[in-house]
């Protein structure tokens, strides 16, 4: 199963929040499904990577907006002079998804895999490129 399909069928289960991308809300859904404590997933571990950090880029994004958005109202607050063109350089600078800084690409992957484990009791494989990855 690819990530994708992982993703919709943990949400359908209830295990994962689902998102509104109009309202930027993250809601609980009811179990349509469910998936029994101790059963297997098998999980393309490519796809979970660019899972993972999609949802640490996103957090990576918040956070540095929120950051300027609180910078720029102080220098309002302050009158001084423009600089938006530094400040929007260092803005682009800090954006680019090179900069995600790994102990937040590390607290996502280790909150997500606690959650299936430890939370919903479930065993996962998770498959590589290479040899043992299945057909």
Same mark, same amino acid.
């Given at each position: 199963?690819?990530?994708?399909?992982?993703?919709?069928?943990?949400?359908?289960?209830?295990?994962?929040?689902?998102?509104?991308?109009?309202?930027?809300?993250?809601?609980?859904?009811?179990?349509?499904?469910?998936?029994?404590?101790?059963?297997?997933?098998?999980?393309?571990?490519?796809?979970?990577?660019?899972?993972?950090?999609?949802?640490?880029?996103?957090?990576?994004?918040? *956070?540095?907006?929120? #950051?300027?958005? +609180?910078? &720029?109202? %102080?220098?309002?607050? @302050? $009158?001084?002079?423009?600089?938006?063109?530094?400040?929007?350089?260092?803005?682009?600078?800090?954006?680019?998804?090179?900069?995600?800084?790994?102990?937040?690409?590390?607290?996502?992957?280790?909150?997500?895999? *606690?959650?299936?484990? #430890?939370?919903? +009791?479930? &065993?996962? %494989?998770?498959?590589? @490129? $290479?040899?043992?990855?299945?057909?």
């Amino acid at each position: 199963m690819g990530i994708q399909g992982l993703t919709s069928a943990l949400q359908q289960c209830g295990i994962l929040p689902t998102f509104c991308h109009e309202t930027k809300e993250i809601f609980s859904s009811l179990p349509q499904h469910s998936i029994k404590p101790g059963s297997v997933l098998a999980i393309n571990g490519a796809g979970l990577a660019f899972y993972l950090y999609r949802k640490a880029y996103l957090q990576h994004y918040n *956070n540095i907006m929120n #950051h300027s958005n +609180k910078r &720029r109202q %102080h220098k309002d607050g @302050d $009158g001084e002079g423009d600089s938006d063109g530094d400040d929007s350089y260092q803005l682009i600078l800090h954006l680019l998804p090179c900069m995600i800084h790994l102990r937040d690409i590390h607290q996502i992957t280790h909150n997500f895999l *606690n959650t299936l484990i #430890h939370t919903h +009791k479930l &065993r996962l %494989h998770i498959y590589l @490129d $290479g040899k043992n990855q299945p057909g």
